[in-house]
Structures are given as C-alpha cells and as structure tokens.
C-alpha cells in the first residue's frame, strides 16, 4: 500500500521530459524536388545548390557536414535542402543515381558521391574523350553510370545493377532535377556551385566560412 505523503508526492512529481528530438534523421521533400534534412518548420531555412561534378562542392561536403547537424540540424532550429544545379550530362546522371533508394537513403548516397569524387571523376574525365557512345538519352545515361565508376560506387552501397538503371531512366526524378536545375540558373541566377540561400536570400560567398556567418549561433 502506498503511504499518502508518498501518494501525493508522486501525483505531483513535475511529468519526465521527453527526450528531444535529433532532426539529423528526418528526411522529407520539398515541393520543388529537394531533400530536406532536419525539422521541416525550421525557422532558418538553408538551400545547397549543388553539382556532383564539382570540386569545389565535395571540399564544402566535407568541411561543412558534421559542424552543420551538430551545430545546426539537429536541435531543429536550421534545416538544410539540397537541390540540384546540373552542369552536364555526367551530373545528371550522378544526381539520378543520388536519389536511388527514395528520401531516407538520399544523404548517405549525396555524400558518398562527393566523398568518392576522386576516384569516379578521373574514370568520367577519359570517358568523355573515349570513342563512340550511345546517342539515345537513357542509353547514354546507363553507359555513363556504368563506365565511370558510378554504378561501382552506388554497389558499394547495396544498389543492384537492374536498381540503378530504373535510377537513371526515372522521368519524375529526371523532372524534378531538371526543374531545380532551372530555378537555380535562370530564377534565381546563381553564378556557380556552391551556392546558397537562407529563408529566400542569396548568400555572398561560396564557402563555409561565408555561410557560417550568415547562420544563428551554433546550438551545442
């Protein structure tokens, strides 16, 4: 039997606090085709423009991920889009091959990408001065993906053969990619990759360093 002091210790004892939530794990869509890493109603509200093909882009991957969902994401209060800003036949085909598996395989497949650049883009590079290729536009997207070390790569992370070749001949993905690609260049005119936007606006600078100081403090 429980004591009455007891009792009323416990029917007033302040409710346990719910663990917190770590918005790193939540993947959602925007309604332009982008992946959304973290809390949805952020109120910071950061877009990547990225190109696969682009060094510059795998340096920003790099330096900027961890310190981004330790710092920012995963409290809530900054969620990161990526979209995509294509630049040629080899970086559609690498951002079709991104989104294989749906949104909750999406970030580990964008950051194996750049993580791998070095060892895919000199297999791109004599590609493209190779001979004669498929002229017909999936035929060719399949014959780069699997001649460049991309299909490799994409294996690496448990993707079939037969999977990455529905990747790349998907006309949705294609659409999406395709549309971000165009808001990037002609709306919003982005004069290269990385670039970004916070809550809309452009931001000077293409580097870490000029986007941190465009963020609120860091939540540690």
Not at 66 to 91: F, H, Q, T, W
Not at 108 to 118: I, K, L, P, R, S
Not at 128 to 157: Q, V
Request: positive net charge; hydrophobic residues 45%; aromatic residues 8%.
């Amino acid at each position: 039997m429980i004591k009455p002091f007891l009792a009323l210790t416990l029917l007033f004892a302040a409710p346990a606090l719910a663990a917190a939530p770590d918005w790193t794990t939540r993947v959602t869509m925007s309604p332009i085709g982008g992946h959304v890493l973290g809390n949805p109603l952020a109120p910071t509200r950061l877009v990547e423009y990225v190109s696969y093909t682009c060094n510059h882009c795998a340096h920003f991957v790099a330096e900027a991920t961890g310190p981004l969902k330790a710092g920012y994401v995963r409290g809530g209060k900054v969620s990161v889009e990526v979209r995509n800003a294509i630049r040629d036949k080899y970086d559609l085909t690498a951002a079709l091959l991104a989104r294989c598996g749906g949104k909750a395989r999406f970030i580990g497949n964008h950051e194996a990408m750049f993580a791998n650049q070095d060892a895919w883009m000199p297999q791109l590079a004599a590609y493209d001065s190779a001979g004669d290729k498929p002229t017909e536009e999936k035929a060719a997207l399949r014959d780069i993906g699997r001649k460049t070390g991309l299909y490799t790569l994409m294996g690496t992370r448990g993707f079939s053969s037969r999977q990455l070749d529905a990747c790349v001949n998907d006309p949705a993905a294609m659409k999406q990619i395709l549309a971000m690609t165009k808001d990037a260049w002609q709306t919003l005119k982005i004069h290269g990759t990385p670039a970004f936007t916070i809550n809309g606006a452009l931001i000077e600078g293409a580097n870490w360093s000029a986007l941190r100081s465009a963020l609120p403090t860091p939540v540690n």
